[in-house]
Nanobody
Framework: QVQLVESGGGLVQPGGSLRLSCAASGRTFSSSVMGWFRQAPGKEREFVGAITRNGGNTYYADSVKGRFTISRDNAKNTVYLQMNGLKPEDTAVYYC??????????????????WGQGTQVTVSS
């Protein structure tokens, strides 16, 4: 069992930065691939990026590549999403998710077993 709690969302101007955190409880964090997803009103949940269990590899959606960075600290059971160069189209509820089966990064939400409650990110002037 893994419980995930996101924090760090808020209102930011275009071009600004935010860092989201996702704190996990449970013994399986360090053995889980961790992903970030987002969902805007009226749209499906979409993959943002993910990081492998030891943090050695990351993968990003094309829409955020070069602007967003995922990292993790297994000693603190926390995964981060650093978002730079934010755009209005980045406005969404952001979710972290844990994939406890297998070690590969997957982009489909169905592959992730545990989800946080989400944190709102609004990019607006």
């Amino acid at each position: 069992q893994v419980q995930l709690v996101e924090s760090g969302g808020g209102l930011v101007q275009p071009g600004g930065s935010l860092r989201l955190s996702c704190a996990a409880s449970g013994r399986t964090f360090s053995s889980s691939v961790m992903g970030w997803f987002r969902q805007a009103p009226g749209k499906e949940r979409e993959f943002v990026g993910a990081i492998t269990r030891n943090g050695g590899n990351t993968y990003y959606a094309d829409s955020v590549k070069g602007r967003f960075t995922i990292s993790r600290d297994n000693a603190k059971n926390t995964v981060y999403l650093q978002m730079n160069g934010l755009k209005p189209e980045d406005t969404a509820v952001y979710y972290c998710a844990a994939k406890t089966r297998g070690y590969a990064i997957n982009t489909g939400p169905i592959n992730y077993d545990y989800w946080g409650q989400g944190t709102q990110v609004t990019v607006s002037s």
